[in-house]
T-cell receptor, first 117, second 117 residues
Framework: DAMVIQNPRYQVTQFGKPVTLSCSQT?????MYWYQQKSSQAPKLLFH???????NEADTPDNFQSRRPNTSFCFLDIRSPGLGDAAMYLC????????????????FGDGTRLSIL | AQSVAQPEDQVNVAEGNPLTVKCTYS??????LFWYVQYPNRGLQFLLK??????LVKGSYGFEAEFNKSQTSFHLKKPSALVSDSALYFC???????????????FGSGTQLTVLP
């Protein structure tokens, strides 16, 4: 089945130690998103890619970076994790939907739960 | 900027009874509206969306939602609840292409639905 896969499901890192979360998709979708979700709160969009076009949200901390080497893969890099960065990180994809991808549903992976020691 | 309100943090309903999860929104121009469901330690799953046309939208697993423009609401409904429907439900809004507003998908705070056997 086509899907969005996030690895690992659980990640533990030390305060200040860089960590990378990965996301892959077999849906061949042009758009990929990274969200942060804390304690069953609403997901918060960090950034998204339309193909290789990177779109950063204004309030995403500089500590968070992303790479998309090809259509299938996208990475979230946290350069110096703080205790406040402990959360579930969700990757999602969507189709372009013609000229407006806003009306396309997003397909989510099962997330990576990040813990900071 | 757009916003979504889910006024109930928790909804309890007996199995077999109808359920309603409420959502109201605020957006410049016309909205795209979505419902997602999240089970514990899983990503969000798309249930249904309103783009245009018929105000009553039918989605997955027997869920439906009614778009009411005058009340700016998009309540999620199901005629007969199942215990397996117990989960966290998120309403989300995005302005349409022509609105000129930021086109990020904005989620409500979520409603925990518990269906009692």
């Amino acid at each position: 089945d086509a899907m969005v896969i996030q690895n690992p499901r659980y990640q533990v890192t030390q305060f200040g130690k860089p960590v990378t979360l990965s996301c892959s998709q077999t849906l061949n979708h042009n758009v990929m998103y990274w969200y942060q979700q804390k304690s069953s709160q609403a997901p918060k969009l960090l950034f998204h890619y339309y193909d290789k076009d990177f779109n950063n949200e204004a309030d995403t901390p500089d500590n968070f970076q992303s790479r998309r080497p090809n259509t299938s893969f996208c990475f979230l890099d946290i350069r110096s994790p703080g205790l406040g960065d402990a959360a579930m990180y969700l990757c999602a994809t969507s189709r372009p939907g013609g000229s407006d991808y806003s009306n396309q549903p997003q397909h989510f992976g099962d997330g990576t739960r990040l813990s900071i020691l | 900027a757009q916003s979504v309100a889910q006024p109930e943090d928790q909804v309890n309903v007996a199995e077999g009874n109808p359920l309603t999860v409420k959502c109201t929104y605020s957006v410049s121009g016309n909205p795209y509206l979505f419902w997602y469901v999240q089970y514990p330690n899983r990503g969000l799953q798309f249930l249904l969306k309103y783009i245009t046309g018929d105000n009553l939208v039918k989605g997955s697993y027997g869920f439906e939602a009614e778009f009411n423009k005058s009340q700016t609401s998009f309540h999620l409904k199901k005629p007969s609840a199942l215990v397996s429907d117990s989960a966290l439900y998120f309403c989300a809004v995005r302005p349409t292409r022509d609105s000129g507003s930021a086109r990020q998908l904005t989620f409500g705070s979520g409603t925990q639905l518990t269906v009692l056997p």
